[in-house]
Structure formats: C-alpha cells, structure tokens
T-cell receptor, first 113, second 115 residues
Framework: SQELEQSPQSLIVQEGKNLTINCTSS?????LYWYKQKYGEGLIFLMM?????EEKSHEKITAKLDEKKQQSSLHITASQPSHAGIYLC?????????????FGQGTRLTINP | GAGVSQSPRYKVAKRGQDVALRCDPI?????LFWYQQALGQGPEFLTY????????KSGLPSDRFFAERPEGSVSTLKIQRTQQEDSAVYLC?????????????FGPGTRLTVL
C-alpha cells in the first residue's frame, strides 16, 4: 500500500525565517494534497498538485511536485505566527472513480516570535 | 451550512458503551468520507459513501464500527462496545466530485475518549 513519509516530524523556526517540509511517497503520486490542521480543528485545504514538475503558490506558501511524482515539498517564506500548525500531505488513492486520501504522519510547525 | 459540521465535538465514553457520531456534509456534496486520526498521526481512511451507497468500508477496524448515510446527506458513524484503542479524533469530509480529483472539505472532528 502507498505510504507517505513527512520530514521533519516537527520544526521550530524563528518568525520571519523560511522553511521547507517534505513529503515522500513509496509510489508514484497521481494527486498530492497539502492540508493544514490546527489543534482541535479539521483540515484546511492548501493546495493540490497533479502534474510532474508542477508548482503552486498561495500567499507565502509554495508547493512543488517533483518530475518523478514521488516527492513534494512545501515552502513557507518569511514565516508568521499564523503559519503555526500541523501540515499534512495526502495522496490520491483512486478507487471506483473517486479518491480516498492516504496521509503522512504530519509535520508540527512552531513559530517563535 | 457553509462547511462540514460534526457533532458532538467531544465525547467521553466508558469502555463498553456504544457511541454515535454525526456528520453533516456540505449540501449537494456527493461523496462523504470518514477518517480516524490517532494522536500525533495523520488521518486514516475508514469508509466512503457516494450518495447513500457505502462503496468502500475497507478501513473500518472491526465489526464494532458501522456507518450509514441513509438519505445521501447526513451520515452517522456508530461504534459499539467501545474500547480504549478507539480513542481518537474522527473526521468527516465531503466532496462535490464523484470522480477523482475533487477536493475534500473536512469537518472539525469529534474527539472520542474511551475511559
């Protein structure tokens, strides 16, 4: 079965610094989703990547899917306290025309003022 | 409503009790998913509905877990004879799409604690 490994598992950065979170798959990714989760809350959709080499940006967050479609990275520029939370990557696991998502274990991001 | 809602938000049950968790998806969303998220882990798939049909229940950990969506909107996840290992956050998600590629919108989850 497909497994997703995220690194690092936790990250503490100074406000204003850049950071990168990685998500590596054991199989080719057909759809890669990035979500953010705050404690006690549900997942908030950030971005979806489908094509090898694809890159998407939203505000200060950029996500990339490598050409081989087995690794994705999430990069935050000039981090802010509002970026703190748990970042989860999810892979599209197709079944019967719709998808269920297989998730990594998450990366806990702390931003120090 | 504007988003996916779940109730209750928190549930404490004694071992052996039955619990029922409710999910109200976004109106008109065809697909509905249940996930279980243990502490410090990513969500794990439990079951999937397309309208009222349960098309995949491969992630349900035991026959104590049962889910239904009788009218194709609200869904209930029932856990019978709860055990301590059932303690987790149960997340519901809905998607407008029937086909692959649709974004899943998640509810806030129900945190279940079994004592």
């Amino acid at each position: 079965s497909q497994e997703l490994e995220q690194s690092p598992q936790s990250l503490i950065v100074q406000e204003g610094k850049n950071l990168t979170i990685n998500c590596t798959s054991s199989k080719t990714l057909y759809g890669l989703y990035w979500y953010k989760q705050k404690y006690g809350e549900g997942l908030i959709f950030l971005m979806m990547l489908q094509k090898g080499g694809e890159e998407k940006s939203h505000e200060k967050i950029t996500a990339k899917l490598d050409e081989k479609k087995q690794q994705s990275s999430l990069h935050i520029t000039a981090s802010q306290p509002s970026h703190a939370g748990i970042y989860l990557c999810g892979a599209d696991k197709k079944m019967q025309g719709a998808q269920k998502l297989v998730f990594g274990q998450g990366t806990r991001l702390t931003i120090n003022p | 409503g504007a988003g996916v809602s779940q109730s209750p938000r928190y549930k404490v049950a004694k071992r052996g009790q039955d619990v029922a968790l409710r999910c109200d998806p976004i109106s008109g969303h065809v697909s509905l998913f249940w996930y279980q998220q243990a502490l410090g882990q990513g969500p794990e798939f439990l079951t999937y509905f397309q309208n009222e049909a349960q098309l995949d229940k491969s992630g349900l950990p035991s026959d104590r877990f049962f889910a239904e969506r009788p009218e194709g909107s609200v869904s209930t996840l029932k856990i019978q004879r709860t055990q301590q290992e059932d303690s987790a956050v149960y997340l519901c998600a809905s998607s407008l799409e029937r086909l692959a590629g649709g974004e899943q919108f998640f509810g806030p989850g129900t945190r279940l604690t079994v004592l």
